[in-house]
């Protein structure tokens, strides 16, 4: 067990090239203030500087900023190195130095305000933990949300020239970005390239990359395309962007299944089930642990709904007590227990609810007076507990009613 008065607090300031280091005591007396280069000798120099400033008895810890970005390098290597490492949220090094009375700002000053942050809040600071296998996960999501983005701004671009080209374009194929369609609209661009091509040709086209593509289906595409439409200089700019387009667009899906593909076998490798929760996927599994991390992260449910931005917000004044939804909070995280919430409230084509423990939750909340958008947060913090436990113990999902819920009759 640490005794704070043995302790030294060393707080960095992380940066691309260089991070910027001061120790300091629980008094605030500077023992020494550094910058070192953001590499492995850099470190050692820390360590050496560290080893040479630390008073006999005393154990130095560390803060340090974005322990998931800029100084994640330096936290991993220092925990490697058997050190105490604490992440400081920019947020409350930022507040510190707000709070002092002169508001200048320097690498200095950032650090030391880590390093205050790092006695202030010591036992709330999360500990940094040799992360490799998480932080995989997280390169894996980010790239896989970054093509998901890139192919709905190829599609919105795609969109308008076919658009252009073909203002009935959705009749012609059940899903326009299909390989079917694809493959149509890279081999005639613009309805003048048609000319000359009948039905039987096209659909002899059609039915190499769609089995079941009937012959009418050529015909109703021929009749509602102007053949006679001239190749302006326009057009032909047209067709080149709509063929690079649809280039693209097949090199993201490409990614994006490799990208799925590696999840699946990190989701393997894992001794996680929550996969086994309705309205959780591959993808959903992996953005959760992602964002979440080793199990023993948190030490509550409640922490990880703050974390989640999930629980609410203490807005009280006076007499008046009221609370509202967070804003803060892992985003990313929040949105993927979101995405859960809304795929367990949803209902089959017959009326049966996909998840009726859910359901039942979600409906009485309702009918407590809360808003639908209260009632699925409420639904989401519960989500929150089921998670945490299955994260903690290595469970499967068991659907467990509370004795409070009174399951309502479904209106078709």
């Known amino acids: 067990m640490l005794e704070f008065k043995n302790l030294v607090f060393v707080g960095i300031d992380p940066h691309k090239e260089e991070h910027v280091a001061v120790m300091i005591d629980h008094w605030g007396e500077v023992f020494f203030e550094l910058v070192f280069p953001n590499q492995p000798s850099g470190f050692e120099t820390l360590l050496e500087h560290v080893d040479a400033?630390?008073?006999?008895?005393?154990?130095?810890?560390?803060?340090?900023?974005?322990?998931?970005?800029?100084?994640?390098?330096?936290?991993?290597?220092?925990?490697?190195q058997d050190q105490l490492v604490k992440g400081v949220n920019p947020i409350m090094s930022s507040?510190?130095?707000?709070k002092h009375p002169h508001r200048s700002k320097n690498d200095m000053i950032d650090a030391v305000a880590v390093a205050r942050v790092l006695i202030t809040d010591f036992d709330q600071l999360p500990e940094v933990t040799v992360d490799d296998y998480y932080h995989a996960l997280r390169q894996i999501t980010n790239r896989r949300s970054h093509l998901v983005r890139t192919r709905t701004r190829c599609k919105n671009q795609l969109h308008k020239l076919l658009h252009d080209n073909y203002p009935e374009y959705k009749k012609f194929f059940s899903d326009p970005f299909g390989a079917t369609a694809l493959a149509f609209w890279s081999k005639y661009p613009h309805p003048n390239l048609l000319r000359g091509v009948g039905s039987k040709r096209?659909?002899?086209?059609?039915?190499?990359?769609?089995?079941?593509m009937s012959g009418s289906k050529a015909e109703?595409?021929?009749?509602?395309?102007?053949?006679?439409?001239?190749?302006t200089i326009d057009a032909k700019m047209n067709i080149i962007v709509i063929r690079q387009i649809i280039e693209q667009l097949r090199q993201i899906d490409g990614h994006i299944a490799e990208m799925e593909q590696l999840m699946t076998e990190a989701l393997e490798q894992s001794d996680t089930q929550l996969e086994t929760m309705p309205g959780v996927g591959t993808v959903t599994a992996i953005?959760?642990?992602?964002?979440?991390?080793?199990?023993?992260?948190?030490?509550?449910?409640?922490?990880?709904?703050?974390h989640a931005g999930i629980a609410p917000v203490d807005?009280?004044?006076?007499?008046?007590?009221?609370?509202?939804?967070?804003?803060?909070?892992?985003?990313?995280?929040?949105a993927a227990i979101h995405r859960i919430a809304l795929s367990q409230i949803s209902v089959s084509n017959n009326g049966t609810p996909k998840?009726?423990?859910?359901?039942?939750?979600?409906?009485?909340?309702i009918s407590e007076g809360k808003s639908k958008l209260s009632a699925l947060t409420c639904l989401k913090r519960r989500l929150c507990d089921i998670i945490y436990a299955m994260l903690r113990?290595?469970?499967?999902?068991?659907?467990?009613?509370?004795?409070c819920f009174k399951p309502t009759s479904i209106v078709a």
Request: proline share 5%.
């Open 53 to 80: 400033h630390t008073p006999d008895g005393k154990t130095a810890v560390f803060g340090i900023e974005d322990t998931g970005g800029l100084g994640r390098s330096c936290a991993q290597w220092l925990t490697l």
């Open 95 to 98: 507040d510190r130095r707000r």
């Open 315 to 334: 807005n009280s004044s006076g007499r008046t007590r009221r609370h509202q939804r967070s804003k803060s909070g892992d985003r990313q995280l929040n």
């Open 355 to 365: 998840c009726p423990v859910a359901y039942n939750y979600y409906q009485q909340k």
């Open 393 to 403: 113990d290595k469970t499967c999902y068991v659907p467990r009613p509370s004795p």
């Open 202 to 212: 096209l659909a002899s086209f059609l039915s190499k990359t769609a089995k079941n």
């Open 287 to 306: 953005s959760i642990l992602a964002r979440v991390g080793p199990s023993k992260r948190f030490s509550s449910a409640d922490k990880l709904a703050r």
């Open 220 to 231: 109703l595409i021929l009749s509602m395309v102007d053949k006679q439409q001239v190749l």
